[in-house]
């Protein structure tokens, strides 16, 4: 079997990537890791190219994991994102340590997203994971406590896949930040991992 890691482009990310890895290959899989560039957010080819990819490697999957994630991309959420990515600092608290910073990204983000072939290439996208993700079970990881996926925009897209006919759990914990639910919460993060994988690949 083969997991797919992905992530943004700074080193602390690097570092919580490279532990996922580990979390895998001890557990006899292989895994390839893909790391889109932050321009990505503000180059939509780049981002196409990339996402196109990544979707043909999903096509096998017989499940799917996903950590920290989805949710339609917004100004104030890349700006967070930018921002974190950019200077390889934790996204909690990023905009009160760097109020200016954030939003002076955000006022040169919002047209751009905003711009008609910009928005459209954002709702394709959007659109691309609801109708052409694998209809594999799903198990979603997520945290009340993350500032730059808001919960509600992943129960969204739960129900969304729901109700193509897609079995769905989840966990959802109550304080660790963005991407941080494996390094806060061990025992029970990977309890869901070796649940999930034994009811999506038991052959494995």
Do not use: C, N
């Amino acid at each position: 079997m083969r997991s797919l890691v992905g992530s943004a482009h700074s080193s602390d990310t690097w570092i919580s990537e490279s532990k996922y890895a580990d979390v895998w290959e001890q557990r006899g899989h292989s895994t390839l890791s893909i790391r889109p560039r932050t321009s990505s957010i503000v180059v939509p080819p780049l981002g196409d190219r990339q996402g196109g990819g990544l979707l043909g490697v999903l096509k096998p999957v017989t499940g799917l994991i996903l950590d920290s994630a989805p949710s339609r991309l917004t100004p104030d959420i890349a700006a967070r994102g930018f921002v974190s990515a950019a200077l390889a600092e934790p996204a909690a608290g990023i905009e009160e340590a760097r109020p200016r910073l954030v939003g002076a990204v955000r006022s040169v983000l919002r047209p751009v997203l905003e711009s008609r072939y910009v928005a459209r290439r954002i709702r394709e996208v959007w659109q691309a994971w609801q109708m052409v993700a694998p209809r594999a079970k799903q198990l979603y990881l997520f945290s009340d406590s993350d500032v730059l996926i808001p919960t509600s925009e992943v129960h969204r897209f739960m129900a969304l896949q729901e109700a193509r006919g897609v079995e769905v759990s989840a966990r959802v914990f109550v304080d660790s930040p963005h991407v941080a639910h494996l390094r806060q919460y061990p025992a029970e993060y990977m309890a869901e991992l070796d649940q999930f994988m034994a009811q999506a690949a038991p052959a494995a």
